[in-house]
């Protein structure tokens, strides 16, 4: 008389009690526990094969209702499926019992580790203990205020200009307007039930993830956008293990692992479901693979690099130029009337150094990625905000400077980004008529200080390397090592940022820019100091820094034996004295 969820409970039950008997059961008593777990298998087998019945014909069913699912259509399946999960590894459990494999003859680790086994719910047990950021308690507040929303924000079924996912057919709206929506989000008991059932349909994408962006949404790139499967939605995507892979003809595929959705004025009265707290526990997951934290700019992140891609593209098509257009209007309508977001578009107009720095407890806003500020130069520039070129040029070497200090890690010297010069030239400086000059200098070492031959010796060189800075600083010419500078393994790199600068002025880059904003990156590796500290722009000053960088790094390894040969005599030559 029990229905199906009781029945689970029940099975649970009786396997825990069994696995709590064998822990304690004394070796004359084994048979009886082995003849109970042989009554509880006869019964759990009898329900198994009940189920496995059940979910055959609820699959036939619903196959012949419709060729596609609704959202609460998964959900009942997924159920089905999770109890016939649950129960094959409680079977096996006590089929372990029945043939003698007591936990009490078993290690207590690995005992711990069977005894677990009663109270497993689902394949999503372990990321539920770790989880963070969401509790299943603040998720089911989650799903009841979007519930409440709902209610309250119909949705028109008409004159919506969505795409439709060519594998489920459906748009986002008509997804939220199933008939039986708000029954299939009440059967979820978790965000891993909502992510596994409930779709987002949108743009498809291949993303570039990283172990930084499962915490920072921000440093997600998308790398391709898909032309032929335009629109997809996330469940197919999960079906397919996260990556799904579509032919186009002549043996190419398309590779999708995310979706992005956008809307046009015609489907504003989505803005409150897009912007509810529950789709951005989906489009966290959709985004970062992350089901255990909730990002509310995960979706604005997304968008900001769906445009950083189109914009940086470099190639001008009306594919291009149309899908721009879409994301802008989506970034429009879900946030233009957003206090915050209009608070760092103020901050970028009137203050860009200060817009662009990462972290600082002065500052409110955050700058996490640079295509943040190059969604909201576009924003200004798109709107009229901003209509003086030279203010939107300003902004954007702002960007620019600010890149250099993030993009060029500090493992590497500054003057590595810079090639020698007429090397021959330099090989051919004589310093034997130094030797002289230095011993008179150091006839007696122990009235100047030095203790140790290398302290002496690293004096020496110092002697020579200014008494020749003259002779070297006329030989020397250095040019940028233009391969270090054009670095492709970032989102942000040279290449994208002069595609994305010409779109905006129609011009190239002053590359002289590089050289200055190179230089203030290695004086100042704090974001806040970067962009508070005045830039050096002598450029004829900075090369020359770098020149004597260069030359102390030559001497001290292309001369190196020479320079030994020269201190030795001079050391011989002095402790004789």
């Not at 795409?163 to 008939?179: A, G, N």
């Not at 977001?341 to 200060?354: A, G, R, W």
Request: overall charge negative; glycine content about 4%.
């Amino acid at each position: 008389s029990l229905v199906d969820s009781e029945i689970c409970i029940r099975d649970r039950g009786w396997v825990q009690q069994l696995q709590l008997s064998s822990l304690k059961v004394e070796t004359n008593k084994e048979e009886t526990l082995k003849t109970n777990a042989t009554i509880c298998l006869k019964k759990m087998l009898e329900y198994r094969e009940r189920l496995e019945s059940m979910v055959k014909r609820s699959v036939e069913e619903l196959n012949k209702e419709t060729s596609k699912l609704s959202f609460r259509q998964r959900m009942v399946l997924k159920q089905m499926r999770r109890d016939q999960c649950g129960l094959d590894a409680l079977v096996k459990e006590v089929k372990g019992l029945v043939e003698g494999n007591i936990l009490s003859k078993l290690s207590e680790a690995d005992a711990a580790k069977r005894l677990a086994i009663g109270t497993k719910v689902g394949k999503y047990h372990q990321n539920a203990l770790k989880l963070r950021g969401l509790t299943v308690e603040e998720f089911q507040i989650v799903k009841q205020n979007f519930l409440e929303m709902k209610q309250k924000c119909p949705l028109k079924a008409e004159g919506s200009e969505l795409e439709h996912s060519v594998i489920s057919l459906s748009t986002q709206k008509d997804v939220f307007l199933e008939t039986d929506f708000c029954e299939g989000l009440q059967m979820c008991e978790s965000q891993y039930d909502l992510i596994e059932a409930l779709p987002i349909v949108g743009l498809s994408v291949n993303l570039k993830r990283s172990d930084g962006s499962m915490i920072n949404p921000w440093l997600v790139q998308v790398v391709s956008i898909a032309r032929h499967h335009r629109t997809l939605d996330t469940v197919t995507i999960q079906s397919h293990n996260n990556f799904v892979k579509l032919k186009i003809g002549d043996d190419e595929e398309e590779e999708i692992n995310a979706v992005v959705p956008l809307i046009t004025e015609k489907d504003i009265d989505l803005k409150p479901y897009l912007n509810s707290k529950l789709f951005n526990v989906l489009m966290t997951f959709n985004v970062m693979q992350n089901a255990d934290t909730l990002f509310m700019n995960a979706y604005t992140a997304l968008l900001a690099s769906t445009l950083h891609y189109l914009l940086a593209l470099g190639e001008e098509s009306q594919w291009r130029n149309n899908l721009i257009d879409k994301v802008h209007n989506t970034i429009k309508l879900l946030y233009g009337s957003n206090k915050s977001f209009k608070e760092y578009l103020d901050l970028l107009v009137e203050k860009p150094n200060i817009a662009v720095v990462t972290e600082h407890p002065d500052i409110t806003s955050k700058c996490e990625d640079l295509s943040k500020a190059i969604m909201a130069l576009y924003y200004v520039w798109k709107e009229k905000i901003v209509e003086d070129p030279e203010k939107i040029e300003n902004i954007f070497y702002h960007i620019l400077q600010e890149y250099f200090g993030r993009a060029y890690p500090r493992d590497n010297e500054i003057q590595t980004f810079f090639h020698l010069e007429n090397v021959d030239a330099l090989e051919k400086i004589d310093f034997s008529s130094e030797i002289e000059s230095i011993q008179d200098k150091y006839k007696n070492p122990s009235t100047m200080g030095f203790y140790t031959a290398q302290e002496l010796k690293n004096a020496v060189s110092n002697e020579i390397m200014t008494n020749n800075k003259d002779k070297m600083d006329e030989e020397i010419k250095v040019t940028p090592k233009l391969n270090f500078f054009y670095k492709k393994s970032f989102k942000n790199n040279l290449i994208t940022l002069e595609n994305i600068f010409k779109y905006f002025t129609g011009k190239e880059i002053n590359k002289e820019k590089y050289i200055l904003y190179l230089n203030h990156g290695y004086s100042y590796s704090n974001s806040y100091e970067r962009n508070t500290k005045e830039v050096d722009t002598n450029i004829p000053q900075i090369l020359k820094k770098i020149s004597s960088q260069l030359a102390s790094q030559f001497f001290e390894t292309k001369r190196k034996e020479q320079f030994e040969l020269l201190w030795k005599s001079i050391y011989l030559s002095l402790i004789h004295i």
